[in-house]
């Protein structure tokens, strides 16, 4: 299972850090993403960590911004995002992929684990 938080309301320029707690799995050679939902959007990629967490993944408009991270012996995939523009305002959910390989790691089909998800508004 897979259980995310952290989100909540901020200003434009303020951070946020997202948590996603693993249980019941290991998540060590899994690939681990978030991914975001915004009011009348469809799903979309933000950030991913491939297997190992050497190999990092990141939407080109966050890039700079937001850090995917882990702490495996937190069982727990970290989201910091900093500069947070109105347009970061989503649901974002934390997802994890096994025996996926690097290039699907942008693709939501390809995890086989979803988090409930947690809401980030950012006001202007």
């Known amino acids: 299972q897979l259980q995310a938080s952290g989100g909540g309301l901020v200003q434009a320029g303020g951070s946020l850090r997202l948590s996603c707690a693993v249980s019941?799995?290991?998540?060590?050679?899994?690939?681990m993403a978030w991914f975001r939902q915004a009011p009348g959007k469809e799903r979309e990629f933000v950030a991913a960590l491939f297997r190992s967490a050497i190999t990092t993944f990141y939407k080109d408009s966050v890039k700079g911004r937001f850090t995917i991270s882990r702490d495996m012996a937190k069982h727990t995939v970290y989201l910091q995002m900093n500069s947070l523009k109105p347009e970061d305002t989503a649901v974002y959910f934390c997802a994890l992929g096994t025996g996926m390989i690097q290039s699907t790691v942008r693709r939501d089909s390809a995890y086989n684990y979803w988090g409930q998800g947690t809401q980030v508004t950012v006001s202007s």
């Open positions: 019941g799995r290991t998540f060590s050679n899994a690939a």
